[in-house]
């Protein structure tokens, strides 16, 4: 067995070591955070069959198609349309001897194939594959929405499945407004499915929301997206059915041991290519480990945060030290595995306000991404207050591009765009339909890393400075430059795992100009027109806060010390504070 057959699995380790010694002043006990960031990328053997399983393992996919079928569908008919459409084609793709089954979703779910009632799944083979296409052109329409019924039924036809990537597929144009007629609601349904299978989920039409399909998708591992028109859906369905039958690796955990005494580990949570809180399972005797579970790994790498707290009391500063060791194990996979080696997480005290201030990249670039989705919120709160909100939501849009810019990140700067009236002009267009804004939210869930700097080796974060690899990212602080242009699906992608596929999804944000503003490469004002884009005691965004004699800045409205090279304020007012870097 060579090394070019087998399926690796990396982990690295991102941190900025120090933490600060002394304690401060306000604070309650002497615990500090320690932030890092995992980097942990698979790469399965070129041009194998990921999903084609070992002798004698049985299928690989188990997979659940559910189909709004509720009256809306029919409004336009082209959606319910589409939804077959696609629903036959991603059956059509399922492999010889896949257990499957196409639901139909109202008030409750029925089994559409192989039929009502049923308790078990059908396999694919080819007059099955037929037989469920011919009962999915035969759909109609009725009912309201209640989604929670159409997971829980899924959860069942699932639950004693063998098959290592268990998977539903949902698609819905709707708000699950009658969740209240259902026997469980949503949010129960959510608690029993988790772990238990990966969901994407899909909106259609005019009317779905974004928010809910969040709320599925990051409680059960899958990715939320919309098709802007319905002709798109069928190519996404292949799209996703095609990642899905190159999963590399099922499912992976992350262990991690704190090794030094007042060690504790606080969260852990993926944040590349979306946000999505992890939580704990026994990692054997001793108590000491944790393991946090992620699945459906194609080829790509995904980023994860971990928060720590350590005590310096008794240590030497100066002196790293081990906080945590950080292993992958990935149980059940029959097929030649490379895992990395552990690695540690480490810790440094010192007496340096400046040292301790510092922040890890990785950890920097996801607090931007959280305010860039708050901000995308808050615009669309105040647009829906109408002409009343009409200021508030052109502030906080001129607040998420200055973030986009910041970032680097051309697909969400592109999604923007697509509601500002004008480039540069950080303002509200007007004749905005509410699922444009839903279309944006999805955009500003999903996150990409930091673009990879040339000559570093590969673009793997380390213990100093390291930054992730990615293709839409962009050096934190500076304007896009050049365009892009989207001839594929117009599709809004938000989330991880499902597919596999490193920023599969697209927006058709149409050509990305350079800057916030359509400025220069160069020229890029993150912030636009306005007073709340000026730095404050600058006079202007390109201004600069000045230096105390610890070398840190003071954010004029909190009061929150910072290193000299930041941008916005990492207190309670979040406020930008300079201009982006020419």
Known sequence: MTVAEETEVTLEVGQRTELPALPDPAAHHREREMHAILEIGVRGPSGAPHAAPAPGTGPALAEVLIVDTSRSMLH????????????????????????????????????????????????????????????????????????????????????????????????????????HRSRRPLQTVLDACAGQFVCDAWGIGDDWDAELLLTITRRL???????????????????????????????????????????????????????????????????????????????????????????????????????????????????????????PILVRWTDDPLDASRQHPGVRRHELYQRASAAVAQAYRAWLRGADGGEAADRALARALALAVELGDAQLLGALRLIESAPGTGRIRPGLKDVDWQHLILSSALTTPPQQASGDGGGRASSGDGAGRGSAGGAVGAGVRGSRDDDGPAVADAGAGGAGAEGAGLVDAG????????????????????????????????????????????????????????????????????????
């Open 221 to 343: 591992h899958g990715r939320a997206r919309a098709v802007r028109r319905e002709s798109e859906l069928t190519a996404a369905y292949e799209e996703l059915i095609a990642g899905l039958l190159g999963t590399a690796v099922p499912e992976l955990r992350i262990r991690l041991t704190p090794t030094t005494p007042g060690t504790v580990i606080r969260q852990v949570k993926q944040v590349v290519p979306n946000e999505q809180e992890l939580q704990p399972v026994p990692a054997g005797p001793g108590g000491r480990a944790a393991e946090y579970v992620t699945r459906a790994w194609g080829d790509e790498v995904r980023h994860f945060q971990v928060v720590l707290t350590a005590d310096p009391t008794g240590r030497e500063s100066g002196e790293e030290l081990q906080l945590a060791a950080v292993e992958i194990a990935v149980p059940g996979v029959r097929r030649p595995l490379r895992l990395p080696p552990p690695r």
């Open 511 to 582: 050509p990305v100009r350079a800057g916030a503003g359509g400025a220069p490469p160069g020229d890029a004002d993150p912030g636009g027109p306005g007073p709340d884009h000026a730095a404050p005691g600058s006079g202007g965004p390109g201004g600069t806060l000045p230096l105390r004699p610890d070398g840190l800045v003071e954010c004029p409205e909190c009061r929150w010390l910072g290193p000299a090279d930041s941008v916005y304020c990492g207190g309670e007012c979040g406020r930008l504070l300079r201009g982006a870097p020419a």
């Open 76 to 179: 336009p008919p082209a959606k319910l349309h589409a939804a077959k459409d696609a629903t036959a084609a991603a059956v059509r793709m399922l492999p010889f001897g896949t257990a499957f089954a196409v639901l139909a979703g109202r008030f409750e779910a029925t089994v559409v194939h192989p039929g009502p009632g049923s308790q078990m799944l059908a396999v694919a083979r080819p007059g099955e594959r037929e037989a469920a296409e011919r009962a999915v052109r035969l759909l109609d329409a009725d009912g309201g929405t209640a989604i929670g019924a159409w997971l829980d039924l899924a959860r069942r036809l699932l639950k004693d499945q063998p098959a290592p990537v268990k998977h539903v597929l949902l698609l819905t144009d709707g708000r699950n407004e009658h969740d």
